[in-house]
């Protein structure tokens, strides 16, 4: 599955931005999906994970309550709702997809397909 990410920028401290990753190639709703996000200096980390139905999600402590990961498989497309942003949350953000039928995770290493990254610049 080929994935492309969109709708970073440049936002001030307390305000919100929504990314967006289209997917295309294969069956979208055979993937689970996840967003991770990787600071310079810093590792790859996750952010949060939505099943393959939208049925259940996970979010890493640090965003918890202002974020919200959600599909839409008719539409291919997965999306991360970011409010109350913070200038910690400065970092290129990625979609990743790892097949349904390999279960949930959360380690990048797990997530075989990969977007391009949208770098989001919170200013505080």
């Known amino acids: 599955v080929q994935l492309q990410a969109s709708g970073g920028g440049l936002v001030q401290a307390g305000g919100s931005l929504r990314l967006s990753c289209s997917a295309s190639?294969?069956?979208?709703?055979?993937?689970?999906m996840g967003w991770f996000r990787q600071a310079p200096g810093k590792e790859r980390e996750i952010v949060a994970v939505i099943s393959w139905n939208g049925g259940a999600t996970y979010y890493a402590d640090s965003v918890k309550g202002r974020f919200t990961i959600s599909r839409d498989n008719a539409k291919n497309t997965v999306y991360l709702q970011m409010n109350s942003l913070k200038s910690e949350d400065t970092a290129v953000y990625y979609c990743?997809?790892?097949?349904?039928?390999?279960?949930?995770?959360?380690?990048?290493?797990?997530?075989?397909?990969w977007g391009q990254g949208t770098l989001v610049t919170v200013s505080s």
């Open positions: 190639g294969r069956t979208f709703s055979r993937y689970y």
């Open positions: 990743a997809a790892r097949s349904r039928d390999s279960g949930y995770a959360s380690d990048p290493a797990d997530f075989g397909s």
